[in-house]
């Protein structure tokens, strides 16, 4: 299996301008969650799907941000307009639970997109 | 805030070496893990230790997790170059949704 995949890897915009993070979790996986990591604030989580559906969408930061999941094996996410704080690394991750007691619940993250607001 | 909290946050040591890194928290979880990050890519789960006072062993890695569920330690015996990268706890109330600590980056020296 190729693993989570997230393009791009790099992205430096404009202040102002829309970016779209897209994310192609491992086949089967029926969890999904996107990850910012900056130095300051470290690894949070921002939104997670089961299902395709939202889940728990309380880590995202304003109204600019804005996750989707059309199926189960793309995601998106979008900033609108961007900002300079928006800077940082956004990872992706999936998971596999079923119908398991979910004690051991893996994340498989993927590489990260690296996003450069100027 | 942090909810977890991880020490020390920078360790520069020996190959050779013993170290032990802690992630604390006022609050008891159901389950914590433990992953590692090397630089431009994501972080690879080690670990998840659930039962209060559970003890895991990955060859020269020993994590436990604490009595009370709010804490839990990373215990490296002889430490490699291999083990240099940032080491993360999480911890998880639901299983589903889970909160990092601001993480440890180690260096060991050849």
């Known amino acids: 299996d190729a693993g989570v995949i997230q393009s791009p890897r790099h992205e430096v915009t404009e202040m102002g301008q829309e970016v779209t993070l897209r994310c192609k979790p491992i086949s089967g996986h029926d969890y999904l969650f996107w990850y910012r990591q900056t130095m300051m604030r470290g690894l949070e989580l921002l939104i997670y799907f089961n299902n395709n559906v939202p889940i728990d969408d309380s880590g995202m930061p304003e109204d600019r941000f804005s996750a989707k999941m059309p199926n189960a094996s793309f995601s998106t996410l979008k900033i609108q307009p961007s900002e300079p704080r928006d800077s940082a690394v956004y990872f992706c991750?999936?998971?596999?639970?079923?119908?398991?007691?979910?004690?051991?619940?893996?994340?498989?993250f993927g590489p990260g997109t690296r996003l450069t607001v100027l | 805030t942090q909810l977890l909290e991880q020490s020390p946050q920078f360790l520069s040591i020996q190959e050779g070496e013993n170290l032990t890194v802690y992630c604390n928290s006022s609050s008891v979880f159901s389950s914590l893990q433990w992953y590692r990050q090397e630089p431009g890519e994501g972080p690879v789960l080690l670990v998840t230790?659930?039962?209060?006072?559970e003890v895991k062993k990955l060859k020269r890695l020993t994590f436990q997790f604490g009595d009370a569920r709010k804490d839990s330690s990373l215990h490296i015996t002889a430490a490699q170059p291999g083990d240099t990268g940032l080491y993360l706890c999480?911890?998880?109330?639901?299983?589903?949704?889970?909160?990092f600590g601001s993480g440890t980056k180690l260096n060991v020296k050849p």
């Open positions: 230790v659930v039962t209060g006072g």
């Open positions: 991750a999936s998971s596999w639970v079923g119908g398991r007691i979910s004690t051991y619940n893996e994340q498989f």
């Open positions: 999480a911890g998880t109330y639901n299983f589903n949704k889970f909160y």
